[in-house]
C-alpha cells in the first residue's frame, strides 16, 4: 500500500525553529496549552469530554480564522493511535482522497498494523458535492474518523447526509483572556526572556487581532524582529511598534470600557437622527476596531421598529437580512449588508409610533382593568357574532375587538404611516 501515498505522508515536520513561524511554533503540544473554547472545551464539556477518553468521533469544527480549529485537530490527531492525514480541501481532488480511503478501509477490516485512520480536512467547505458524496460510505462505515475544518457554516456547504453524521462543534472568537494567555506564553518562549511589552503594546494587539490568534502571534512576532535590543540586550515593545506591525491604526476602542457603549450609542443616534454619513462613519470605526458584526446587527433591527417602524416597513425587512447575513458572514463581506441597513434606516422617514404603542398597551395590561375575549373573537365566534370583514366595502365593519376600547396605536404623518392614518380615520367615521 505505500505506493498510494507518494507525497501523501500523516502530519510530521521536519523544519527547525528557525525558519518555522511563532504561530507554528507555538501550536500546542498538551491540552494546558490550549486556549479558549470553554463553552465546548472547558472540563466537562462534551468535546473535552471525548478528546479525555479518546472516543472523538467524526466531527467538523467551524469558527473562524484562528480560533483554534486546527491546533485542536492536531491535539486529537496526536493523542490517538491512528494513521493520520491531513488535507485541504482546496488543492485536494478526488483520486487523492480515494487512496486514503481506501488504505482505511484496508485498515479497518485488520490488514494493516494500524486499524483507526484519521483524515484531517481543511476548508471541507471546498469540497462540492461529489467529492463529499465519496467520504459519505467510509464513515458511515466507521472506515474513517473525519474531522473537517471549516470558517463556514457548515449547514450551508456541507451536504445534510454527511453532516448527520458529524458531532458539530462551533469554535468562537477568541477572548481577551485567550489571547493573553496566548501572548504570555510567546514571551515566556523567547530565548533568554529578554522581550517585554509594554501594556498599552500588548492591549493594542490582543484588541486589534479580532480574537485571531495567527493573526495576533504574527504582529508580536514582527514586533520582536523589528525592535532592536537596548544597552542591557532588552527588548521593549512599545505601542508604536505594536502599532506598526499589526499594520492597523489604534483605535481607542476596547469592547469592555465606556468607549465601547460610546460608539454604538453615537451610531444608533446618528441612525436615528437621519445622519448617513455620521451612521456609516461609527459603523466603519467599530467594524476596524473588530466589533462583532452581529452585535451591531442588531441594533440596527432594533432601530428599523423602534425609531422608523410602519413610517417604511422595507427598513426593518433590510434589517433582518443584514442580522441573518452578519450569521453566516464574516468580514470584509458582512461590511456590505450592515452598511446598506444602517443607511437606509438612517434615511428613512421616522416613526416611534409602534413603540409606543406597545408599551402603552403593557402598562394597561399591567395595571388597567382585566379585559376578557369577546365572545365574537372566540374560536367559532362566527356562531356567536362575528362578522367576516372581507365580506364589507374596504374589508371593513365596526364589531367589538376589545372591551372597554382605548387608543395605544396613533401613526404619524411621516412616509407610509401617513397612509395608515388617513384610512384609519376614515374607517373611525363609517357606520
Not at 505522508?9 to 486556549?35: M, R
Not at 465546548?40 to 467524526?58: C, E, N, Q, Y
Not at 479497518?108 to 471541507?124: V, W
Not at 506598526?244 to 441612525?271: C, N, T, W
Request: hydrophobic content about 40%; charged content about 25%; proline content about 6%.
Amino acid at each position: 500500500m505505500d505506493e498510494l501515498f507518494s507525497g501523501q505522508e500523516p502530519i510530521q515536520s521536519e523544519a527547525t525553529e528557525q525558519n518555522v513561524p511563532l504561530a507554528a511554533l507555538l501550536a500546542p503540544s498538551g491540552l494546558e496549552d490550549f486556549a479558549g473554547q470553554d463553552h465546548i472545551f472547558a472540563p466537562g464539556r462534551l468535546l473535552r469530554r471525548l478528546v479525555d477518553t479518546g472516543k472523538i468521533r467524526s466531527a467538523v469544527f467551524h469558527g473562524p480564522p484562528g480560533c483554534g480549529k486546527t491546533a485542536m485537530a492536531r491535539l486529537i490527531a496526536a493523542r490517538t493511535n491512528a494513521k493520520v492525514f491531513e488535507l485541504n480541501a482546496v488543492t485536494a481532488g478526488v483520486a487523492e482522497l480515494k487512496k486514503i480511503l481506501e488504505h482505511a478501509k484496508l485498515a479497518f477490516s485488520g490488514r494493516l498494523e494500524q486499524k483507526n485512520t484519521l483524515l484531517l480536512l481543511d476548508e471541507i467547505h471546498h469540497f462540492n458535492k461529489t467529492q463529499q458524496d465519496v467520504l459519505l460510505p467510509s464513515v458511515e462505515r466507521g472506515e474513517i474518523i473525519l474531522i473537517g475544518l471549516t470558517t463556514e457554516n457548515p449547514f450551508y456547504y456541507i451536504n445534510r447526509a454527511l453532516l448527520s453524521r458529524f458531532s458539530v462543534f462551533e469554535f468562537k472568537v477568541l477572548s481577551e483572556d485567550a489571547l493573553r494567555k496566548i501572548i504570555n506564553r510567546a514571551l515566556s518562549k523567547i530565548p533568554g526572556g529578554n522581550v517585554a511589552l509594554a501594556p498599552e503594546a500588548e492591549k493594542h494587539i490582543i484588541t486589534r487581532c479580532g480574537g485571531d490568534a495567527r493573526k495576533l502571534l504574527n504582529a508580536f512576532e514582527v514586533a520582536v524582529l523589528s525592535t532592536e535590543p537596548g544597552p542591557q540586550g532588552n527588548r521593549l515593545i512599545t505601542l508604536e511598534t505594536a502599532a506598526e506591525s499589526i499594520q492597523v491604526p489604534a483605535l481607542r476602542y476596547d469592547k469592555g470600557d465606556d468607549a465601547h457603549y460610546d460608539h454604538i450609542s453615537a451610531f444608533i443616534k446618528s441612525m436615528r437622527g437621519s445622519d448617513p454619513d455620521a451612521t456609516v462613519y461609527w459603523l466603519a470605526k467599530m467594524l476596524e476596531a473588530g466589533e462583532d458584526p452581529r452585535f451591531i446587527a442588531r441594533r440596527i433591527f432594533i432601530c428599523a421598529a423602534e425609531d422608523v417602524g410602519n413610517a417604511d416597513p422595507v427598513a426593518v425587512m433590510l434589517a433582518d437580512t443584514a442580522f441573518k447575513s452578519a450569521e453566516v458572514l464574516g468580514m470584509p463581506e458582512v461590511r456590505l449588508p450592515l452598511a446598506q441597513a444602517a443607511l437606509y434606516v438612517a434615511c428613512a422617514p421616522k416613526s416611534n409610533a409602534a413603540y409606543l404603542a406597545i408599551d402603552a398597551a403593557l402598562e394597561e395590561v399591567r395595571t388597567g382593568p382585566a379585559r376578557e375575549v369577546p365572545d365574537n373573537l372566540k374560536s367559532g365566534g362566527r356562531n356567536k357574532g362575528y362578522v367576516y370583514p372581507h365580506d364589507y366595502p374596504e374589508h371593513y365593519t365596526r364589531q367589538l375587538y376589545m372591551p372597554d376600547p382605548k387608543q395605544f396605536y396613533t401613526p404619524t404623518d411621516q412616509g407610509r404611516e401617513k397612509a395608515i392614518a388617513e384610512r384609519l380615520d376614515r374607517l373611525k367615521k363609517k357606520k
